[in-house]
C-alpha cells in the first residue's frame, strides 16, 4: 500500500470512529504534512481518494470536510408481511439457475454471497496448515473423528466464555462448514413432512435444506432493523405443530437485521415455553461494527434448547470449510448424523485452524476486518443514494456485509439480475429469499468487497437500469 493510501486509510478509520464528525474540517494540507510527515502531493492525493469515496468533500477556499450525511439518508424498508401458512418448498432449480450465473470470477460481484478473499490472513493460515500436515500424527484419524479436533473444540469453548456462555467443548462438533451444520441440526430434530418456522426473507440454502429434507416452512415475518418478529412467532407457534426455528439473530443474510439483546432474551424464553428447540445459524456474529459483539444466545441458552451453528468461512478461512454446532441437548444425535454422513471434516485443516486460534492474532485480524467492512458499506450506500432512483429503501446493518434495498414496486429484480448479467454485474434478487418467491422488487448488495471504481461504476448502471424499468 503507497503512502496517499495509508494517510487515506488513516484518515478513513477517524471519521468512522467518529473521532472526525460529520461537518468537520479535517487538516489543512500543510498541516497534514507536518502531522505526517508527508508531501502536499500525498496529502492531496489522499484527500482526492476520500473525496472520490464520497467520505469528505471540498469547499471552496475552506478547505475539506468531513461529508455532513454519511449515506444515512435513505428510509428504511418496513416489516415483512409473508403470505401466511405453511409452503412445500420447490425452490432449489430456481435459486440453483441464479446463483450458477453469478459466479463467474470476471463478474462485478454485487450478488455474490462471499466476501472478498483477500481481507483473510490466507498465508499466515496456509503455513499453519503446511505444518500441520508434517506433524501429522497417524493416530489423529481416530481421536479426531466426530465430534472433532480436541484442541480446535477446546479453542471454541473458550470463545464462547469470552462472550459470557459455558459451552463445554463435548458438546461442539466440527462440521463442513456452516451449511453442513445447519443440515445435521435440521435432521436431527424433524423427520420429513414436519413443519418448521423461518423468518421472512430468509438465507436460500436455508429454504433448499429444508426442501430436501421434504419440510414444510412458516414463514414469520421480520423487520430488516431488528429481525424476527417475536409476535408472529408466538402466534404461529400457538397455531401450528412447529418442530423447530431456523433463524438468523446476527446480521441475517439477506437483510443484515440483528434481533436486539432483550429481544434474544425474549425469544429464547418463548421456544422454551413451547419447547421448540431454536437452529440459529450465526455465521455473521463476529463481523459487528460497533464497539460490543451482539449477546450470544448460548449465554441465555439454559437448558440446551440451542443449536448454535456458525463457521470460519466468513471471519477468517474462506475456502477451509470449517464450522460446527454447539448443540446443547442435541449434541449425541448430531455427533451420530456427521458420522454417518460424511464420517470426519478434513483433519489436518482442523488442526491447523485450531493452531492459528492458539497463536496467530485472530481477535486483531477481526478488528481489521470489521473496520474494513464498516468503510465499505459507508461506501456502497452512498453509492445507492447517488446513483438509485428516488423511492428506493435502505436497511443500514450494523454488521456483516449485505445491503438490503427496496426498489419502487414496479421494478422487477428477476429482471433486473438477467439485464445486470448482461453487464458483466451480478445482483441477490429478493424472490430468491422468500419461500413464496416473494420480494420481487427486493435485492440484496453484497459491501465485501473494496469500493473499486469498477464497483462504483457498476453502482451506476445498476441504478441506470432500475430507472429504464421505471420509465
Ligand atoms: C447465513 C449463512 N449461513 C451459512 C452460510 C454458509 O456457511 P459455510 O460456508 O460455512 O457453509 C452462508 C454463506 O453464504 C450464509 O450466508
Not at 103 to 117: C, I, K, N, Q, Y
Not at 233 to 260: E, Q, W, Y
Not at 398 to 404: A, I
Not at 407 to 420: E, G, I, K, Y
Amino acid at each position: 500500500m503507497s503512502r496517499y493510501q495509508e494517510l487515506a486509510e488513516q484518515t478513513e478509520n477517524l471519521i468512522l470512529n467518529g473521532v472526525l464528525r460529520p461537518g468537520e474540517r479535517l487538516p489543512s494540507v500543510r498541516h497534514a504534512c507536518r502531522i505526517h510527515d508527508v508531501s502536499p502531493v500525498t496529502v492531496t492525493q489522499a484527500y482526492y481518494l476520500l473525496e472520490s469515496r464520497g467520505l469528505i468533500e471540498a469547499r471552496p477556499k475552506s478547505g475539506y470536510f468531513v461529508r455532513a450525511r454519511l449515506g444515512r439518508g435513505l428510509p428504511e424498508p418496513e416489516m415483512t408481511h409473508p403470505v401466511g401458512g405453511s409452503t412445500q418448498l420447490q425452490v432449489s432449480d430456481f435459486i440453483f439457475q441464479i446463483l450458477e450465473s453469478a459466479r463467474d470470477p470476471a463478474v462485478v460481484p454485487l450478488g455474490s454471497s462471499f466476501p472478498s478473499p483477500y481481507r483473510y490472513p490466507l498465508d499466515k493460515l496456509g503455513r499453519f496448515l503446511a505444518s500441520a500436515a508434517r506433524k501429522f500424527d497417524p493416530q489423529a484419524t481416530l481421536t479426531d473423528l466426530p465430534p472433532g479436533n480436541e484442541e480446535l473444540r477446546r479453542q471454541l469453548a473458550l470463545r464462547y466464555l469470552a462472550q459470557g456462555a459455558t459451552v463445554s467443548p463435548q458438546e461442539i462438533i466440527i462440521t463442513s462448514g456452516a451449511m453442513e451444520g445447519l443440515n445435521l441440526c435440521l435432521q436431527a430434530v424433524t423427520q420429513p413432512g414436519d413443519l418448521i418456522a423461518i423468518e421472512s426473507p430468509t438465507f436460500y440454502a436455508g429454504l433448499q435444506a429444508s426442501e430436501r429434507l421434504g419440510l414444510k416452512v412458516i414463514e414469520i415475518p421480520s423487520h430488516p432493523r431488528d429481525g424476527v418478529n417475536l409476535a408472529a412467532l408466538a402466534d404461529a407457534l400457538r397455531h401450528h405443530p412447529i418442530k423447530a426455528c431456523l433463524f438468523m439473530l446476527n446480521f441475517a443474510n439477506p437483510t443484515g437485521s440483528r434481533v436486539p439483546d432483550e429481544s434474544k432474551k425474549a425469544l429464547l424464553a418463548l421456544l422454551r415455553q413451547h419447547d421448540v428447540p431454536l437452529i440459529e445459524d450465526d455465521v455473521y456474529a463476529e463481523l459487528y461494527f460497533g464497539p460490543h459483539a451482539p449477546l450470544c444466545s448460548k449465554a441465555e441458552d439454559s437448558t440446551g434448547l440451542v443449536m448454535h451453528v456458525s463457521s470460519f468461512s466468513k471471519c477468517l478461512a474462506p475456502g477451509y470449510r470449517i464450522g460446527w454446532v454447539a448443540a446443547g441437548r442435541y449434541a449425541r444425535q448430531i455427533q451420530r448424523q456427521k458420522l454417518s454422513l460424511s464420517l470426519a471434516t478434513t483433519i489436518p485443516v482442523q488442526i491447523a485452524v485450531a493452531d492459528y486460534l492458539k497463536q496467530g492474532g485472530f481477535d486483531n485480524h477481526l478488528r481489521h476486518l470489521r473496520q474494513t467492512l464498516a468503510m465499505q458499506e459507508v461506501v456502497l450506500a452512498q453509492a445507492v443514494e447517488r446513483h438509485f432512483p428516488a423511492g428506493t429503501k435502505l436497511a443500514r446493518p450494523k454488521g456483516g456485509y449485505f445491503l438490503w434495498l427496496e426498489l419502487a414496486a414496479r421494478v422487477d429484480t428477476l429482471l433486473l439480475h438477467q439485464q445486470a448479467l448482461t453487464h458483466g454485474i451480478s445482483i441477490a434478487p429478493g424472490p430468491i429469499f422468500s419461500a413464496k418467491r416473494e420480494f420481487s422488487h427486493y435485492l440484496r448488495l453484497n459491501f465485501g468487497h473494496p469500493g473499486s471504481e469498477r464497483l462504483m461504476s457498476a453502482m451506476a448502471t445498476l441504478g441506470a437500469l432500475i430507472a429504464q424499468q421505471l420509465s
